[in-house]
């Protein structure tokens, strides 16, 4: 084969001409176009149904933190914590109530979470455990008392020996009645004092109380948040501008947080933590909304991964030192005073929920030492306590997550109580939870097929022929130093033959391939059968 070099070079140059404007312009446009069109909240896509009802569960793990030597820490001493758990529980999550805008490009929604006890993924655990904790409203409410309303504690010591007899400072029940089916509060009392405390239940300000009938709630840490109303969102859908699809930009129509004495600390930053926009960079960060914590978290980008086959960024937090973060010290008792900011790793949760509350990472995991060491039976470590997201940034999915948060009592001694007189001051664990996602080989397989494979042909077109046009330019150049026009080139025999394969009959479609062969096509994700979805949730 004869190859003139002035021809030679004008190929190279069209090669890596091509490999430029298609490769590197062209079909990278037109695969962004394409997701654009694919990837947002409006009706009838398939992101959209999955952000609506995702078809398969969130894992949800409680670990609770069983007080060993109560009378210990009643006089004073240190407590020795036993840590109980994983109870796995599956958690469905649902919005109901869509409104579309689409002058808006928004959608308004309620979100739902539906817990539902695993039995056998929490054996040998059944839930029947009995497990001694700090009681929640006896110390809990006395110590609010005690910081916010000093002149009323003689009316809430009466009212709360009305309404539960001796003032014990433990609670020692089952698991699953802490947690979900609660303990009684009878607020059957004509007393004064009994009225004035039970009127925080009657109002709504006790958050984890649920009114059973007219004189009687039920208390619990979780269970009024099952199957009940999270709250409502208002969101962008990402049609008009990709970028901000999934972005909060109202909550129980507010636009902001009224919570905390300070703009940074009250702005809602970042998704509802469902769902991410697509076209993100790792420095970005990602950022969700919790209303349980009435503030935005955000992650951080550590290092590359992958999971399953597929390229990964992994995120991942803590919560710092407010004391280091001037921008943050509306989170603090006084914004003007450091000093009142909440140790390292801590977040203090008394202006969101109302109770003497501080969240951490588990087992104070990045948190301030003297945390650690005020208590005995813990032992942080990144692999179990950890916040930790693997991401992908191009379609803004997350492929495996698990958000941990542990919930802590900030305890002190109640003077005008003698059974809580001589608590040490301290920040107590009560338990943590974990709420976490693993994609599965379906949805895997879908970006593989799809956005992936894409990626994988496009990268083979433009690598190919950047390599045929740089041997192209290379032998151009030893063309001309040799001052060659043409040279000679060998094909090997086997380009030069032609296909001896001829007349070969068409594969008869084996058992497992009828399907194609009737022409039938897998379900897209709005066709998968959720019929196996729980409309209700389980009583405990």
Known sequence: MHVNRKGLLKKAAAALSV??????????????????KMINLSPGTDVRELWSNTPFPLHFYIYIFNITNPDVLAAGGKAILKEVGPFVFDEWKSKYDLVDDPVEDTVDYHMRNTYIFNKEKSAPLTGEEVITVLHPLIVGATIVVQRERAPMMGIAVKGLTHIFGE??????LPFLDIFFRGFPIDCSSEEFEAKAVCSAFYTGEVKSATQLNKTHFGFSF??????SD?????ACRGVKNIHKMGKVIRFNDEPELDVWPGD?????????????????SKEQGLWAFSPELCRSIGTFYTHKSSYAGMP???????????????????????????????????????????????ASLPHFYLGDPKLLEAVDGLSPNEHDHAIYIYFELLTGTPFKAGKRLQFNMDLEPVGAIESLSHFPKVILPYFWVEEGVALNKTYTNMLKHTIFLGKKLTNAFRYTLIILSIIGLGGYGYMRAYNFDTMQVAIPPIFGQKNKVENVKPATPTQNGTEMANGKKSPTVSQMDLTNRPDSVERF
């Open 230 to 234: 999270a709250g409502h969102f208002k």
């Open 222 to 227: 979780m269970g009024h948040a099952n199957h």
């Open 19 to 36: 490999a430029i404007t298609v490769g590197f312009l062209v079909i990278p446009k037109v695969m962004k176009f394409a997701m654009k």
């Open 264 to 280: 940074n600390c009250n702005e809602i930053i970042g998704t509802d933590g469902t769902v991410f926009p697509p076209f993100l």
């Open 167 to 172: 003032l014990k400072p433990f609670l020692v």
């Open 312 to 358: 990964a960024s992994h995120f991942t937090t803590d919560f710092g030192d407010l004391k280091e973060q001037p921008d943050y010290h509306c989170f603090c008792n006084d914004p003007d005073d450091p000093d009142t900011c909440p140790p390292k790793g801590t977040i203090d949760l008394q202006p969101c929920l109302g109770g003497p509350l501080m």
